[in-house]
């Protein structure tokens, strides 16, 4: 899966198929997505989002959790509610009864934006992050991503170094979440365990990449609609 910056985000549909050796991401404006999701969480995860120290916070973590279930139970035909997690050693969630795995995936959000992969083409490791505050790009870059691209985004104007720091960053992060590994896991993403990695178009100030244990023969970029939409149109 070679870098591109055409994909094209189409409204997803209601009753999804993944093909084989195929990756669907999914795109969601968690301001938009239904409260109704809420019923489909468990207790603990409840307990979860109430640990925010925002609310605003916890409530995004509901609903981007609930649209992880809801996609999943589509994708499995089964009840979303009937859906346990486990969760590897670095917070990778999966699921309890799905050895081995039928369907890979994985989430992430930042701020509203929510991103989530399904592939038939092994692991996948999906990232988002958005331009939120001021940090120091190149300070982090040289300790997590490296001295050559701390030096290179040192000689960028401000502008264009936020937005490659988000892609390395987005890349980086998508690897890492592959791997199943924690920030620090460099040495594997350099080695033999390299993972393929795709940048997907999100627009200025945000960045994000899916990576997969294999190349995949198709890439599928949906967008999430409600369900009136669905009804109305699928």
Request: aromatic share 6%; hydrophobic share 40%; glycine share 8%.
């Amino acid at each position: 899966m070679p870098a591109s910056r055409d994909d094209v985000w189409r409204p997803g549909p209601l009753h999804p198929l993944l093909a084989q050796d195929a990756v669907d991401v999914w795109r969601a404006d968690l301001a938009k997505v239904g409260a109704d999701l809420d019923e489909l969480l468990h207790g603990d995860e409840h307990v979860r989002a109430e640990r925010f120290v925002r609310a605003r916070d916890g409530e995004l973590w509901r609903r981007s959790r609930g649209l992880l279930r809801e996609l999943l139970g589509r994708y499995l035909r089964r009840d979303p509610r009937s859906l346990r997690f486990v969760v590897g050693a670095h917070g990778k969630p999966a699921l309890a009864d799905d050895t081995p795995p039928r369907l890979a995936f994985n989430m992430s959000h930042s701020g509203e934006l929510a991103l989530y992969a399904f592939s038939a083409a092994g692991a996948v490791g999906v990232d988002v992050e958005t331009s939120r505050r001021a940090i120091d790009e190149v300070a982090i870059a040289a300790r997590t991503l490296g001295a050559a691209d701390a030096e290179r985004l040192q000689s960028l104007p401000p502008s264009a170094r936020r937005q490659e720091f988000l892609r390395l960053w987005t890349r980086y992060e998508a690897e890492l979440k592959c791997l199943g590994l924690g920030i620090g896991g460099a040495d594997a993403i350099a080695g033999e365990l390299s993972p393929v990695t795709r940048e997907l178009e999100l627009g200025p100030e945000t960045g994000g990449a899916v990576a997969t244990e294999r190349a995949a023969r198709e890439l599928c970029c949906w967008e999430w609609q409600d369900a009136t939409w669905l009804l109305r149109n699928c």
